[in-house]
């Protein structure tokens, strides 16, 4: 005779507010929990009754329950790289900065080089050096005096014009760099009275070229071409670190369509082949710009990935590997986007910003990428780079129908009317982010001018177009309740002001679901996470307060008491232990 089927959860929650993101925005008492899954939801005295003397029944104590949230573009590896390395965190002085490299120093062998993360982040990074006691950036004899044996590497803010990279002499004649040294185009070597090199270096361009963290993966670096390469424990090591910040945050998947280089996807194949992923990660293959002038190269890429990345995707529920990532445009965020209108470029020139390759050659690369039925993403920032893409995806869909396949565009800061509806029709989904006029705004304001920031990063006009938008951060910051506070804020984080029109305000239902299920949906996910509905996998993050109810200022105050991946915890600062 058969055992009896056990049919009751494993874990009920109750004693709060579940807030399900559902059709109708539900909010519930209680969830239950079976197998890594949802299997009921609804009051509290309902769900209760399903328990069996096995069941774990969690009272929440008033806390809040919300979806994991899915972050459509988190750079979850770039996040672990500025964890681990050193940091300059709070820094006002030079001796703060010396101190951290003092401590550096003192814990590697003569000659190994310290690399460092920017000297801050944006948006105070722009009122560098101002915030510095000395009111002047440190110099390659600041460094000197507490690292001479040590060549010193404190890398630029990739996304500032300028990014301020700061070098001691070890690296200078490490990497040959002298009063002789002519710059790279968009690079300037700061030098003293005597023409000496002081160690300062700004570099205008993105990517930049001197380096930094990104083109760590890159050859043919321009000036410092000789720092170490970035090992695979080191990427394993950044990536390992940035899973337990994202779960400390309630993430819990990551849509990354910006598209991964070789060296991470290797770091996260291995994770997951150890069972310790903890962040469900789905992820485009990178198509590097220098392929859009190697032919050959690029067919061979688009060849490789056919063979285990089309259509949907490859992988399951924790990872899975889906389509090519382009970049059309260079970033908005150093006024460099490609725009419909000539604006104040970073160095003061008025121009309409980058095109990284021809509309001809772009526009057959992504054709051969359609013919081996691979999805698309590009990253295409400026209105007139969103018009180009959209006019190509259109002539692609008239042989070959997008419908369903949920191509993508990123950044997209700047679209109009017709865009969205094009994405409408086609089943275009856009990513973007909230976060860019936090750390940006005043550089949009400078370059496009303020009726156009206003209008940028406009949410609220896609979801009313019908076009399901994703939240996501660029990872900076990449806190959920920071980036779900900032979606109806939409502040300037340098000036404070804000940076809307009574059309782009978001409802907080809306701001919710653009950063759950419209994310999941960019995984092809949606049917499996990203609401907390029956047959959805379990995953969930606790709060210490109702987002959806307290003042709106409160919102970035809120704690991630626990994360649920599966149904098991990934995160808890004691909601789940004890009983």
């Known amino acids: 005779m058969k055992p009896a089927l056990d049919t ?44 069996s003397p096995r069941t774990r029944q969690i009272d929440l104590g ?19 790289f500025g964890l681990v390395r050193p940091s ?16 550096e120093a003192a814990r590697r062998k003569p000659g190994e080089w310290i690399i460092c993360n920017p000297l801050g982040t944006e948006p105070e990074l722009f009122k560098f050096p101002g915030l510095l006691k000395e009111g002047r950036w440190p110099t390659r004899h600041d460094l000197d005096s507490v690292a001479p044996d ?130 469900r990660t789905y992820f485009v293959i990178s198509y590097p710009v220098p392929m859009y002038f190697d032919t050959a190269a690029g067919e061979a890429l688009i060849r490789e990935t056919a063979m285990y990345a089309v259509g949907r995707g490859f992988g399951d529920d924790t990872l899975k590997f889906g389509g090519l990532g382009f970049s059309f445009d260079s970033a908005s965020a150093i006024g460099a986007s490609l725009m419909r209108e000539p604006y104040l470029g970073a160095r003061g020139q008025m121009w309409r910003g980058v095109q990284l390759t021809s509309d001809e050659t772009f526009k057959a690369i992504l054709w051969k990428a ?17 018009d180009a893409v959209l006019a190509m995806y259109e002539e692609i869909d008239r042989e070959i129908p997008l419908e369903g396949k949920r191509w993508v565009i990123e950044h997209c800061q ?71 506070w900032q979606s109806l804020a939409r502040k300037d984080g340098l000036t404070g002001e804000t940076l809307s029109t009574p059309r782009q305000k978001l409802s907080r239902a809306e701001a919710l679901r653009i950063y759950t299920v419209n994310g999941a949906r960019a995984a092809f996910w949606d049917d499996r996470l990203g609401s907390i509905e029956p047959g959805k996998l379990a995953d969930l993050a606790v709060l210490s307060q109702d987002i959806m109810t307290i003042e709106e200022d409160r919102i970035p105050d809120t704690q991630v008491l626990a994360t649920l991946l599966g149904g098991r915890a990934v995160h808890d600062t004691g909601v789940f232990k004890g009983e």
């Not at 270096?201 to 970035?230: C, E, H, Q, T, W």
């Not at 013919?371 to 400026?382: D, E, I, K």
């Not at 860019?436 to 990063?457: D, I, N």
Request: aromatic share 8%.
């Open 8 to 51: 009751a959860p494993d874990l009920i929650l109750h004693g709060g507010v579940i807030h399900t993101v559902d059709a109708a925005d539900s909010a519930v008492q209680a969830v239950a929990i079976k197998d890594g899954r949802f299997v009921a939801v609804g009051s509290a005295r309902e769900v209760r009754t399903l328990a």
């Open 62 to 80: 008033g806390a809040t329950v919300v979806p994991g949230f899915v972050d459509g573009h988190p750079h979850m590896d770039l996040v672990g």
């Open 88 to 103: 300059f965190d709070g820094a006002r002085s030079i001796g703060d900065i010396t101190e951290v490299i003092r401590r």
């Open 150 to 279: 040590h060549p010193v590497y404190i890398e630029p803010a990739m996304l500032m014009a300028p990014g301020v990279a700061v070098v001691n002499t070890a690296a200078l004649r490490a990497a040959g760099v002298t009063r002789h040294t002519s710059a790279p185009d968009g690079v300037e070597i700061d030098r003293d009275a005597t023409g000496e090199p002081t160690g300062v270096i700004k570099d205008f361009n993105f990517p930049k070229v001197i380096p930094d963290a990104y083109n760590s993966f890159k050859m043919g670096r321009a000036l410092f071409d000789v720092l170490p390469r970035v090992t695979h424990a080191q990427i394993v090591d950044g990536v390992r670190a940035a899973m337990t910040a994202f779960n400390a945050a309630g993430i819990t998947t990551i849509y990354e369509g910006h598209g991964i280089p070789k060296e991470p996807q290797r770091a996260y194949l291995e994770l997951w082949l150890q069972g310790a992923l903890t962040v």
């Open 370 to 386: 359609a013919r081996a039925g691979l999805r698309v993403q590009v990253q295409c920032a400026g209105g007139a780079a969103i």
């Open 414 to 484: 700047f679209p109009s009317a017709e865009n969205m509806a094009t994405c409408r029709r086609l089943g275009i989904i856009p990513t973007s982010t909230t976060n860019f006029l936090w750390l940006y705004g005043s550089v949009y304001v400078k370059s496009f001018g303020r009726p156009l920031a206003q209008e940028a990063v406009p949410f609220k006009p896609w979801l009313d177009a019908g076009v399901p938008v994703a939240q996501s951060t660029d990872g900076k910051p990449y806190a959920p309740m920071f980036a779900f």
